[in-house]
């Protein structure tokens, strides 16, 4: 079975136990993980989406852990996001090792939606193969809760935007949340691109670089 990612909401935690939805995960270093996919496309039909800023230039309906021994990084804000909470705006994370370097920039947009996640090409794949599984995902992803964020980000010297998608099942968090992961989006770059040798190694996953 695919180990699953860190993070699910419960249609995609659905998927990963049914053994294909999230697929292989990507090459990566000791202490890098993954989490719940993301693409550039919008979120499934049905989805309903809060935002706190938007980036004009892309479409407004729409995690690892800490960065890997040895890499250079920028301080990051210490407190967790919550619903109805806030955080400022924090510095950009930088995460280089292996001659690979990513940065991690400015939130773009944060929105939180209720309904089914962002629809990545395996899964979409998984549910076109099989409809008994299809029934049973649409039955349940109604429920589902996720708040997404989009970054700029810069891999080795280039510029993309790139969406992170958080699992909120349980409401737990609200869109300041995303001032707080850029750890973990560093290190899902790194994994998804294979240590920035494949830029399009994540897309099949939902791991997007979208050039800026």
Do not use: K
């Not at 990566?28 to 496309?41: F, K, N, Q, W």
Request: a neutral charge; aromatic letters at 6%.
């Amino acid at each position: 079975m695919p180990r699953c990612p860190t993070r699910l909401t419960p249609s995609v935690a659905l998927a990963c136990l049914a053994g294909a939805a999230c697929g292989p995960a990507p090459e990566v270093t000791p202490g890098l993980h993954s989490r719940a996919p993301a693409t550039a496309d919008a979120a499934a039909p049905g989805s309903t989406a809060s935002s706190l800023g938007t980036d004009p230039a892309s479409d407004p309906t729409g995690g690892p852990a800490a960065a890997a021994s040895g890499a250079s990084t920028a301080s990051a804000p210490s407190a967790s996001g919550t619903a109805g909470g806030s955080a400022p705006a924090a510095a950009p994370y930088v995460l280089a090792e292996a001659g690979c370097r990513v940065e991690v920039g400015a939130v773009l947009s944060a929105e939180r939606f209720r309904g089914p996640g962002p629809m990545t090409p395996r899964l979409s794949d998984t549910l076109a193969r099989d409809p008994a599984y299809a029934r049973t995902y649409s039955g349940i992803s109604h429920g589902d809760q996720h708040i997404q964020c989009r970054y700029r980000v810069q891999v080795m010297g280039g510029t993309y935007r790139y969406r992170f998608v958080i699992g909120n099942a349980i409401t737990r968090y609200d869109v300041d949340r995303c001032e707080l992961v850029r750890a973990e989006v560093a290190s899902e770059i790194v994994a998804a691109t294979r240590h920035c040798t494949d830029l399009h190694g994540g897309e099949y996953d939902g791991w997007v670089l979208e050039p800026l």
